[in-house]
Nanobody, 125 residues
Framework: QVQLAESGGGMAQPGASLRLSCVAS????????MAWYRQAPGKQRELVAA???????DYDDSVKGRFTISRDNAENTVYLQMNSLKPDDTAVYYC???????????????????WGQGTQVTVSS
């Protein structure tokens, strides 16, 4: 079992920045791809960004150039640096982990094994 704990959410004005963190604990010996998903009210959960254990990244087009995903394997932590925030970025952000993720299913939320509880990000003036 792997437990994921997100932090760093909150309120921000348009154009501001926030950094989310997700720490994995438990059976972390074989931590694989880690990802950030988000879900806005009335919308489906969508991939924001993902990073494999080797450092390959994938981003949704809506956040390319604004968000950066990174990971610290020694600390079992994944980060999401969010710059130039927009009101459309408002959502609950979830951390996810999957040990069997490959590039062809990196955007398939059903392929991820573990999920965090989520952290709210609200962008509003």
């Amino acid at each position: 079992q792997v437990q994921l704990a997100e932090s760093g959410g909150g309120m921000a004005q348009p154009g501001a920045s926030l950094r989310l963190s997700c720490v994995a604990s438990g059976n972390t010996f074989n931590i694989g791809t880690m990802a950030w998903y988000r879900q806005a009210p009335g919308k489906q959960r969508e991939l924001v960004a993902a990073i494999t254990s080797g450092g390959t990244t994938d981003y949704d087009d809506s956040v390319k150039g604004r968000f950066t995903i990174s990971r610290d394997n020694a600390e079992n932590t994944v980060y999401l640096q969010m710059n130039s925030l927009k009101p459309d970025d408002t959502a609950v952000y979830y951390c996810a982990e999957g040990s069997r993720i490959i590039l062809s299913n990196i955007r398939n939320h059903a392929a991820y094994d573990y999920w965090g509880q989520g952290t709210q990000v609200t962008v509003s003036s």
